[in-house]
C-alpha cells in the first residue's frame, strides 16, 4: 500500500506491506524498516522500528493526524500537494489570527485600518494570571479586529486578521 | 502542654493543598478542603477527607472570601487554617480576623507578617537588627527633587521598587541619570495600580545576582534554625523556573553566614512559623537582604529532599505549639536535590497559557530520589483562572550530577498529552554547560538561545506511526470481522471519536 | 582502566526489568529489553530503548533461553546483561556461557554463585571461613541409618532440607523421632522432583526465628563493604511480604557483629557483585547464616532509601571494573524505610492469583519519603505466566512511625481495579499493634487473625452512588437533550459499556 | 424518586430528590443525606455526602452495580425480593463451584460421587507459579468434575460441583 504525508512543507512517501498481525515492512526515503506495532488504550501505539521502541498517541481529525512521539509533537496532513500548495499560497495573503488559548481581553493597541509590522503586538490576552501580547506574525493593514476589551475568547476564535 | 489539632482546613488549592492535605493524613489529622466552582473536580478535592463549596472560581470570590472561609471553619469545626502560598499566606487582615475568631492560622502572627510585608519598613528593621540590606534609601522617595538627590547618593545603574510591592511590579531598572524622572513616574503609575501604594524607594542595581534564599524553622519557644539555602537564580520574567540546594556558587564560609543572618532576621521580628530569607549575592560572593516570605515556598521540597525534614508537618506542629524536634547541630543536609516547576505554558509559543483537559497523563514516579508533588491527574481540566503551575519534580542525588541525570530520566518518562506544558523546555536547561557546570545567574535563561534539537528519529517514527494507522482503519473497513482484541481497539478508536465530536 | 558499558541487555520483566532500565537511563547507558508474547505490551518494553522478540511465554522458551539471550545481546551489541532476579540471575551455567562469549555478566563470577547455590557446599566453606551457621549436618545425610544417628545428635524439632533446595521447596520440620523417617522420605522425593536431587541434609529449628539479611558491596579491587540489615520476618508461606530496615529486633553490637560477618562470608568465596548474607537469627539475638543471595534482592529499595546508594548502578559499575565510591566509614543509613509488596492475589480469597485487566490505576507519587518501583499501568493486562508481584511501594521516615504512617497515607491513594491486590492487607498488618510496636518473628502473618473493619460509612457511600447512577442513567432515557457536560459523560458511560460487552 | 437495592442480603430503600444539578437529597434507613455528585472519566464518580468525600468507580451489568468505594468493594443487586430469595434457595441445595481465576488443572484429590466436607479440597489449579487449592464451599457428594488434570481454565468457567 503507498501512502503519501505532508509534514513540515514536504511531502512523505509510504509504502507498507503487511508481513504479520502488527507486523510490517515500510519503505520511506528509500529506507526500509522493520515495523512491528502495539495497541495499547484508544490512540496509545508502541511502536517497535527495528528494535528501536517508540511510545505513540495518535488521532486523526478530517484532514490530519496528531502524533506525540513520546514528548514531541508532530501534526502530519494527509491531504494532497494542490491542496496543500493552494492552502499555503493563501497564507500568503491574507492571515487571520487565531487565540491558542482561551482568555480575557484586556488592552487593544490597534484599530482596524492601522499599519502594522511583523511581531507588532496587537493586544493583550489574560489567562492564569498572565498578560500574554498577541502580534501579528506578518506585516499589513489590521483588517479586522473581532473582540472588544473585556470579552472572553475561547481558544481557536479568530481575535484579528492582518491583510 | 500543647495539643495537636483534629482537624485543619486547608485555604488553597493546587499542588500545595494536596500537599498539605497529605500531611495531615500521616499526623492522622482530618484535612478540610475548600474549592471554588472551577474547582469541583480539583484533585485536592479528591484526595481531602471533608470539602465545602466556596463560591464562584473569580478568587476574590472564593480562596480570597475571609468571611466564607472562617465560616466553613467554624461549622466544619476545624480549629486551625494552612494558607499554603499565595491568595491569603501574607495577608496580615487575614491573620489578624483569625486571630480574633479564635482560629490558630498556620503560620507567622500578624505583626512579623504585616513588616515584613512593605519593604522599607523591613528594610529599617533589618538595618536595626545588623542585616545587611542592598544600599538604597530605607524610606520612599519624598518628592522628584528628593528622588534626584537620592539617586546621585546610590549612584548608577539602580533600580526603583514600590514600597508596598513585590514581584516585579512597579519596578524599573535605571542605567543612566536621563532616565530617572521618566521610569519614576511610570514605577509610581504601576505601584499605585498594582497595590494603590504609589510610594517608591531607591535600591542600588547589583550587577549579576544570584538569588539564594535561606530556609528557617522559628517556634513558639524561641527556637530558630536555619535548615541550609535554595539557589532561585533561574528565572523567568522574575518567576522562578527551576531551584537546587546546595547552591553550586556558595562556599562553606558564605553559606553559614547567611544562615546565622537568616536566623537574626526572624529572630528580630519575633517570627514564628517556617520562612524563608530571600537573599541578592553579587559576584563576589556579598549577600543582601531582599526580603523574608512568612509562609511556605514552592520550592520547600528541594530542602526535605536533603534533610528528611517535613516543613508542613513542622508548621503544623509549631501553630499546635510544641518545640522544635531539633536543634542546628542537627541539620546536615544530605546530597543534592533539584526541583522543576512543570507549568501549563508552551515553551514554543513564548510561554502562552495553555489551560484545557488533560486527555493523557504518566508520571515518572519510580526510582530511588524521585518525587512528583502534583495537582493533576487524567481526564482533570486545567482551569483558565488560577496560576498555571501542574505539578513539581524533584529529584535528589548523592552528587549534582547524579540529581540532573535522575531528573532527565524522570522528565523523558514525564507525559502530559492534551495541554502544552514545560516538561520539554527543562532539557534544554539541565542539558546546557552553563547549567551544568553550575556558573550561572538570574540572567541564565535571558541570555540562553534555544539551540533546536535534532528530531529526525522522532519524524520518521511519527510517519510510520500514520502511516499504521491510516493502513489498518482502511483495512477495518474492508474486513469488519479482524481479530477480537484489533477490532476492539478500532471500535474503542471509534467510539472515542464520536464521543469527543460531541 | 575501567571502561563503563555502552549499552546493557536486561535478561529480566516486571518491576525489576523497568528498575534497571531506569539506573541504565541515568547513566547515559543505552537500555536493551527482551520480551515474550505475554509481555508485548510491558511496562519494560515501553520504557526501554531497544526491545527484542524473545519467543514464547513459557518461561523456558523466553527469558530462561541462554541462547536466544546471548543471540539478541550480540546482535544488539550489548557487552553486558544484567539479570535482575529470579529467571537466570544465579543460573551458574548462563554465567559461564557468558564467560566464554565474552559478555560480562553483571553479578558475581559462576564459582562463588555455584558454591552457594548448593547448600551444604555453602555451609561447609561458611564454618571454615568462621561463619556461624545453624547446627546440623554439613553434608547429606547417606542413608535412613546415618538419618537417625545424625538427627539424635542435632535433637528436635529439627528441619530436614534439600542440598540443592530453597524456597522451602523439600523442607519438612520434624517435632518428634516417631515422624523422622516418614518425613525424610517426603522431603526426599520432593528434592528429587524439585531439583532432581533427593539429597537431604539436617538443621537445627530454630524457635521463634527472625529472618534478617546484611546488604553487602564487593568490588573486583576485593573492596567490601556491608550496607546495614533488612528485616524480612513478615513472610507468608515462606513468601516476603513486607520488609523494613532498621530492624526493630536487633542491637547496634548485633548489627555490626552480623555486617561483620557477612562480610567475612562474601569474601570466603571471592564474592563481587551487590549481594546479601540471609541470617536466621533465634529470640535471644543468637544469628546463624541461613544462605546467600548473590543477585539484587527484590527489597533492595528500603536500603538505598536509607544510605541513598544506588545499588543497580553500584553493581554496574563493579562489573565495569570502577572501585566502590565509598568505604564502611561512609555508609551511615538515615531514616527508617519500608516496603510493602503489591501482589495480584485477593487477600479475601486465600491469596488466590488475580491475574487480568488493570482498567484503573491511580499510583500514590508525591510528597516526600514515597517511592512506587512499579511494573503496571493503567490499561496493562497482567498475564497469567509470570510471578504475581505488581509493584513495590516503599516509604522513607525520620523515625519508624513516620515511616508506617507515610505508608498508610500512600497505601490510601493506591487504587487499582479490574484485578485483586494486597493492597487492603497491608493496612491490617501496618495498624497490628505487635507490628506497631516492632515485636514480630516469622509467625507473625500466620498468627495474626483477621478483624474485620467497620465499613458502614462506605457501605452508605456505594448505595447513594448506586442511587445517584440508577437515577441519572433513569433521567437520561427521558430527556436526552440535557446539558453538554452531563450527556458526554452519559454518553460516554454507554460508550463504555458497549465496548465492554465486545 | 424511590429505589430499593439488596447488599448482602438485606433490602435498602433509598428516596432521591434532585435539587439543584448534580446536587440532591437522599433518604436511606431514615437518614437524610445531602449529596453533591462529580463526574470524572468514564464510570469514576467524586461523590460529597454531608461534606465527606467518597472516590467512586461504578459499573452496572445486567443485575447488579458494582462499587467501588476507594479501595473496599461492594455489589449491589437491583433485583426484586422474591427473585432474590428465589436465588438464595437454590444456593443452599446446589453449588457449582467456579474458579476466580484462569490457570492450569496440575492435581485432582477426589473423583465424582465422593463425599466431601466443607472446606476439603477438591483440586488444585497452578497460576502465576503458584499452585492454589480449590476447596469445597459445604459438605455433600461431588456430582461432577468438569476439566481433567493438565486442562486450562478460563475465570468463571464452573470447576466442579457439589450437592
Redesign the interface.
Known amino acids: ?1 503507498n ?1 503519501s ?1 505532508w ?1 513540515d512543507n514536504r511531502e ?1 512517501r ?1 509504502n ?1 506491506e ?1 508481513k504479520k ?1 502488527n507486523t ?1 515492512d ?1 519503505i ?1 526515503d528509500q529506507k526500509k ?1 522493520l ?1 512491528s ?1 502495539e ?1 495499547l ?5 508502541l ?1 517497535n ?1 527495528n528494535g ?1 521502541i ?5 488521532d ?2 478530517t484532514s490530519f ?1 496528531s ?6 509533537f ?1 501534526k ?1 496532513e ?1 491531504k494532497s500537494a494542490s491542496q496543500f500548495l493552494g492552502k499555503q499560497r493563501a497564507k500568503q495573503k491574507k492571515a487571520d489570527i487565531k487565540t ?4 480575557r481581553i484586556v488592552k487593544i493597541f490597534l484599530q482596524e485600518g492601522d499599519k502594522i509590522k511583523e511581531g507588532q503586538a496587537v493586544l493583550v490576552l489574560e ?4 498578560e ?1 501580547e498577541i502580534k501579528s506574525p506578518q506585516s499589513g493593514i489590521v483588517k479586522k479586529i473581532i473582540p472588544n476589551v473585556g470579552d472572553y475568547v475561547e ?1 481557536g476564535s479568530t481575535l484579528f486578521s492582518v491583510e | 502542654m500543647a495539643k495537636m489539632f483534629r482537624k485543619i482546613l486547608i485555604a488553597n488549592r493546587g499542588e500545595i493543598a ?2 498539605v492535605i ?2 495531615c ?4 489529622i482530618t484535612p478540610v ?1 475548600v474549592f471554588s466552582e472551577a474547582d ?2 480539583a484533585l485536592h ?8 463549596y466556596l463560591g464562584p472560581s473569580t478568587p476574590s470570590q472564593s480562596y480570597l472570601n475571609i468571611d466564607k472561609i472562617i465560616e466553613i471553619a467554624k461549622e ?1 469545626k476545624a480549629k486551625a487554617i494552612h494558607p499554603g502560598y499565595g491568595f491569603l499566606a501574607e495577608n496580615y487582615n487575614f491573620v489578624k480576623r483569625c486571630e480574633e475568631e479564635g482560629i490558630v492560622f498556620i503560620g507567622p502572627s500578624s505583626e512579623p507578617m504585616e513588616i515584613m510585608g512593605i519593604k522599607t519598613y523591613s528594610r529599617q528593621r533589618m538595618v536595626k537588627a545588623g542585616v545587611p540590606v542592598i544600599p538604597g534609601t530605607l524610606k520612599p522617595v519624598k518628592d522628584e527633587k528628593d528622588l534626584q538627590q537620592k539617586a546621585q547618593e546610590v549612584g548608577y545603574p539602580l533600580l526603583l521598587k514600590a514600597s508596598a510591592g513585590g514581584g516585579g511590579k512597579g519596578m524599573r531598572l535605571v542605567e543612566s541619570k536621563g532616565k530617572l524622572l521618566s521610569s519614576y513616574r511610570m514605577a509610581q503609575s504601576e505601584a499605585q495600580s498594582s497595590f494603590d501604594d504609589p510610594s517608591i524607594y531607591i535600591e542600588k542595581y547589583i550587577e549579576e545576582p544570584h538569588h539564594i534564599e535561606i530556609q528557617i524553622l522559628a517556634d513558639q519557644c524561641g527556637n530558630i534554625i536555619y535548615l541550609g539555602e535554595r539557589e532561585c537564580s533561574i528565572q523567568r520574567r522574575y518567576q522562578k523556573v527551576l531551584e537546587e540546594t546546595p547552591s553550586p556558587f556558595l562556599d562553606e564560609k558564605t553559606r553559614r553566614e547567611m544562615g546565622e543572618i537568616a536566623v537574626r532576621a526572624a529572630a528580630a521580628v519575633n517570627y514564628r512559623n517556617a520562612g524563608t530569607v530571600e537573599f541578592i549575592v553579587d559576584k563576589d560572593g556579598q549577600f543582601y537582604f531582599l526580603e523574608m516570605n512568612t509562609r511556605l515556598q514552592v520550592e520547600h ?1 528541594i530542602t ?2 536533603v534533610t ?3 516543613l508542613v508537618k513542622c508548621q503544623i506542629e509549631i501553630a499546635a505549639g510544641y518545640p522544635l524536634k531539633f536543634s542546628q547541630e542537627d541539620i546536615k543536609p ?2 543534592y536535590s533539584v526541583e522543576c516547576r512543570i507549568y ?1 505554558e ?1 515553551p514554543d ?2 510561554f ?5 483537559k488533560i486527555v ?1 497523563l ?2 515518572p ?10 495537582g493533576i ?3 482533570y481540566e486545567v482551569p ?5 503551575l501542574l505539578s513539581k519534580l524533584i529529584t ?1 542525588g ?1 552528587s549534582r550530577s ?1 540529581a540532573i ?2 531528573m ?2 524522570a522528565l ?4 502530559i ?1 492534551g495541554i502544552k506544558t514545560t ?2 523546555f527543562f532539557k534544554s536547561i539541565l542539558l546546557h554547560p552553563r547549567f551544568y557546570k553550575g556558573v550561572y545567574n538570574t540572567h541564565f535563561i535571558a541570555d540562553m538561545q534555544k539551540e533546536d534539537v535534532d ?1 529526525t ?15 489498518l ?2 483495512k477495518m473497513v474492508v474486513t469488519p470481522r479482524s ?7 478500532k ?3 471509534r ?5 469527543n465530536r ?1
Open positions: 500500500m501512502i504525508f509534514l512523505f509510504l507498507l503487511e498481525k510490517m515500510i520511506l524498516y515495523v506495532v495497541f488504550r484508544n490512540n496509545e501505539l511502536l522500528v528501536k517508540y511510545n505513540i498517541i495518535i486523526f481529525n493526524y502524533v506525540y512521539v513520546d514528548e514531541k508532530f502530519i494527509k491558542s488559548m482561551p482568555g489567562a492564569m494570571k498572565m500574554n481558544t | 494536596v500537599r497529605r500531611a493524613k500521616e499526623m492522622g478542603a469541583r473536580k478535592v479528591k484526595l481531602a477527607e471533608e470539602a465545602y466544619a521540597p526535605e529532599m528528611g525534614i517535613d544530605n546530597g501549563a508552551d509559543d513564548n502562552m497559557p495553555s489551560p484545557g493523557y504518566r508520571s514516579g519510580g526510582g530511588l530520589g524521585i518525587r512528583d508533588d502534583s491527574y487524567e481526564g483558565l483562572e488560577y496560576d498555571p535528589w548523592m547524579e541525570n535522575r532527565l530520566r523523558s518518562e514525564y507525559q498529552h516538561v520539554p528530531d528519529e522522532a519524524k520518521i517514527a511519527a510517519l510510520i506511526a500514520a502511516g499504521v494507522k491510516s493502513y482503519d482502511s481479530k477480537k482484541k484489533e477490532s476492539n481497539w471500535l474503542q478508536g467510539l472515542q471519536n464520536i464521543s460531541l
